[in-house]
């Protein structure tokens, strides 16, 4: 009976201190200023396959305001077909600094961002397409573009 009251005080104990992590966690956010982590001009790397298609590789840049907005100008090779474009869409930054965003041309992706805004790595989140890369800021000023 004593050893079960022991172990039941010892995981009363252990719940406890986990929830007092876990609170203390949420009171220091890696990433304190959410969208404003991700501000100014990225260049980016990705590649990957979009199944039944065939590889795709893709280069370029991308302006984010810190406020939610972004606008992405990429050359992308599709299977052996060149590609070019500009494709406006949104982003949110959580606390945690994880993150996600969504194009106008169907793009959604779900990246992990450094806590200072430096870089991030991403990865495609839409059926079908097996894409992944990583982005890295160029200058934090958004009239550079």
């Excluded at 172990?7 to 929830?19: E, H, K, P």
């Excluded at 982590?37 to 590649?47: F, N």
């Excluded at 052996?80 to 041309?105: K, P, Q």
Aim: charge should be positive.
């Amino acid at each position: 009976m004593t050893k079960r009251l022991v172990i039941l005080a010892l995981a009363a104990i252990t719940f406890a201190v986990a929830a007092q992590a876990l609170k203390a966690a949420d009171s220091n956010p890696l990433c304190p200023l959410g969208n404003e982590t991700l501000r100014g001009t990225y260049m980016l790397r990705s590649e990957g396959t979009i199944v039944g298609v065939g590889p795709i590789t893709e280069v370029g840049r991308t302006a984010y305001d810190g406020k939610g907005n972004l606008v992405n100008r990429y050359t992308a090779s599709v299977n052996g077909v060149i590609l070019t474009g500009t494709v406006i869409g949104t982003f949110r930054v959580n606390y945690d600094c994880t993150g996600s965003a969504a194009r106008a041309d169907g793009g959604h992706y779900n990246f992990l961002i450094a806590p200072d805004g430096s870089r991030f790595d991403w990865i495609s989140i839409v059926p079908g397409r097996v894409v992944s890369g990583t982005a890295i800021r160029m200058t934090r000023r958004l009239d550079d573009d």
